[in-house]
């Protein structure tokens, strides 16, 4: 029976690198729409804005309904939608009047499909009838960040070898990745979570004061992951000079492995790390990051800066849920959502302020980038007053962990 399960994982995994399909390639085009659309940054910034905002809909959306319309409708509707807004991608800002709307209509729709996977992939990993749950957990949460290497290293060996002005036809390619997941959804066992919807609710979670500052941390984890991220690209290649293969190499990939190593040596070591004292050196290493991407004059630092930003991300968004998972035990489909929403309210804020502040400075991505301090400076304090927090209340139950 456990064998069975294993296609179920392999559906959660593929439904991750899908995610990160959608959430990483339109990046990758930013000046490529800016030159050949003529669309200015401020309004490239709206991409992601709106990518993350329609995500955060769909999270409060799923703590509500998922449990009564059902965990494999959903998982297939997220797939579909992914599919088709790939496909979107590639042809409405061409069939439409205004491009910027084609793109933008575009990236609500796969949204749409990632907020659906987001949200659910990890409660139905958590259902599967593993015995080592946490490492199959943690495994999700680094497919994210592989399905990025994988986007972004075949995206420009692709851009290579045919050139980036067939950036229409990869889009399509990269749809065929949700489309066999839909078969996966389909057939998989799936096995419904144990609170099948009895869980804490959303009302008993907003009256819990640490869930309020695990909501806070999630916006900063959000911000500080994804202004980095989904800058990266541009970054490298108007600040740092590089060409558009080495900047997305240099920039995105890598941000994206460091970022997978780091969540691996969470899953491995995480019982023998203090978790809350791993974030707080984490979110210190994300401020000094922003800082030397944003104030050094030197290409090499300022690129160290973007690639160990990574790193230091990386623990934030899977530790704050290790650490509601371990507290609220019975938080079920509501919290991972609002979790989830949380974290994409600070990925549709983040890089809005990022592109918002580099147009109003002369297109200066570096000002940008300095703006962006703003995020790791309120996750430390808020892990400050969520450690405080659990040191009054006494020792965590047990409880999952990922």
């Not at 979570?193 to 009256?207: N, Q, Y």
């Not at 293969?245 to 491995?268: E, H, W």
């Given at each position: ?152 290293l075949l995206s420009t060996l692709f851009f290579a070898v045919f050139g980036i002005g067939s950036w229409k036809i990869l889009a399509c390619i990269w749809a065929v990745v949700p489309l066999y997941n839909v078969c996966n959804f389909a057939v998989c066992p799936m096995a419904h979570p144990a609170d099948s919807g009895r869980g804490t609710g959303i009302g008993g979670l907003l009256h819990m004061p640490m869930f309020w500052i695990a909501l806070i941390l ?185």
């Amino acid at each position: 029976m456990v064998q069975n399960y294993r296609k179920t994982l392999l559906a959660c995994y593929l439904g991750f690198v899908t995610q990160a399909i959608t959430a990483n390639f339109a990046p990758l085009l930013f000046l490529k729409f800016h030159t050949d659309y003529n669309i200015p940054l401020g309004k490239i910034a709206l991409i992601p804005g709106t990518f993350f905002v329609t995500q955060l809909i769909i999270d409060v959306l799923c703590a509500r309904f998922a449990d009564r319309i059902g965990y494999r409708r959903c998982a297939v509707a997220s797939e579909v939608c992914s599919a088709a807004g790939l496909v979107g991608l590639a042809f409405l800002p061409e069939l439409l009047p205004d491009p910027f709307t084609g793109i933008l209509l575009s990236a609500v729709i796969y949204a749409v499909g990632s907020g659906l996977i987001e949200v659910l992939g990890s409660p139905i990993v958590e259902a599967c009838p593993f015995e080592h749950k946490e490492a199959a957990m943690s495994l999700l949460h680094s497919f994210y960040c592989w399905g990025t290497v994988g986007v972004i290293l075949l995206s420009t060996l692709f851009f290579a070898v045919f050139g980036i002005g067939s950036w229409k036809i990869l889009a399509c390619i990269w749809a065929v990745v949700p489309l066999y997941n839909v078969c996966n959804f389909a057939v998989c066992p799936m096995a419904h979570p144990a609170d099948s919807g009895r869980g804490t609710g959303i009302g008993g979670l907003l009256h819990m004061p640490m869930f309020w500052i695990a909501l806070i941390l999630m916006v900063c984890a959000g911000a500080s992951e994804l202004s980095m991220a989904q800058w990266a690209s541009a970054y490298a290649e108007s600040a740092l000079g590089l060409s558009k293969a080495a900047g997305d190499l240099a920039g995105p990939c890598m941000f994206a492995v460091t970022m997978g190593v780091s969540r691996m040596i969470y899953g491995k070591y995480g019982d023998r790390l203090d978790l809350m004292k791993y974030m707080q050196g984490s979110g210190l290493l994300c401020l000094l990051c922003y800082l030397a991407a944003s104030l050094s004059d030197a290409p090499a630092v300022g690129l160290a800066g973007c690639i160990l930003c990574g790193f230091s991300v990386g623990i934030l968004w899977p530790g704050t849920i290790s650490i509601c998972s371990g507290r609220i035990p019975a938080g079920g489909t509501a919290m991972f959502a609002l979790l989830a929403m949380a974290g994409d309210l600070g990925g549709a804020f983040g890089p809005g302020l990022v592109g918002g502040v580099s147009q109003r400075t002369g297109d200066n991505l570096q000002r940008g980038m300095l703006a962006g301090c703003v995020f790791p400076l309120v996750l430390m304090a808020a892990l400050f007053i969520l450690r405080g927090l659990r040191q009054s209340q006494g020792p965590k139950p047990e409880g999952p962990s990922q």
